[in-house]
C-alpha cells in the first residue's frame, strides 16, 4: 500500500493540470499575436475609440485567462495540501504506533526484573518494532525524493 500511495501522489491529476495549464500558455500566445496585429493595424499613438476598444478587448481576454491559470492552480494547490495531510497521517500512524510499542517495552524491561529467558523474548520483540520503524522511515525517504 505504501509503495503504491507514493506512486499516486506524483501522477493523481497531474496530466490535467499541465494539460491546462498548456492550454493557458496556448490562449496566451495567441492573445499576443492578436495584440501584434492590433498594434500593427493601428499607430502606437492612435488614441482612436477603435484602437483603444481593440487593445482593450484583447487585455480583457488576457486578464480573464490569467484569472483561470490562477484558479487553475490554486484548485491543484488545494489538493496538493490535502494529498500532503494525507500522506502526514498515514507517516504519523506508522511511526506512532511502533514507538508507542517500543517505549512500553523499554519501560517494563526496566521495572521488572526479568530472568534471562524473559529479556530474550523481550528483546526480540523490541527488534522487530525497531525494524519496523526502520522500514518506515526508509519508506519515507524513498518518497521525499
Not at 495540501?81 to 502526514?88: A, E, G, M, S, W
Amino acid at each position: 500500500m505504501a509503495d503504491n500511495f507514493g506512486l499516486k501522489i506524483g501522477v493523481e491529476g497531474e496530466k490535467e493540470f499541465k494539460n491546462a495549464l498548456r492550454d493557458i500558455n496556448q490562449a496566451f500566445k495567441v492573445l499576443g499575436s492578436e495584440m501584434a496585429l492590433i498594434s500593427s493595424q493601428f499607430d502606437k499613438n492612435d488614441k482612436s475609440i477603435q484602437a483603444l476598444t481593440a487593445r482593450n478587448e484583447i487585455l480583457e481576454k488576457t486578464i480573464d485567462a490569467q484569472k483561470e491559470k490562477i484558479e487553475i492552480i490554486a484548485k491543484n494547490l488545494e489538493e496538493v495540501n490535502k494529498t500532503k495531510d494525507k500522506l502526514f497521517s498515514i507517516v504519523s500512524h506508522d511511526l506512532r504506533s511502533p514507538i508507542n510499542s517500543l517505549n512500553s517495552l523499554m519501560q517494563y524491561t526496566m521495572d521488572e526484573n526479568l530472568s534471562q529467558e524473559e529479556f530474550m523474548q523481550i528483546s526480540h520483540k523490541l527488534k522487530h518494532e525497531v525494524e519496523h520503524v526502520h522500514f518506515t522511515l526508509l519508506n519515507l525517504l524513498q518518497w521525499a525524493k
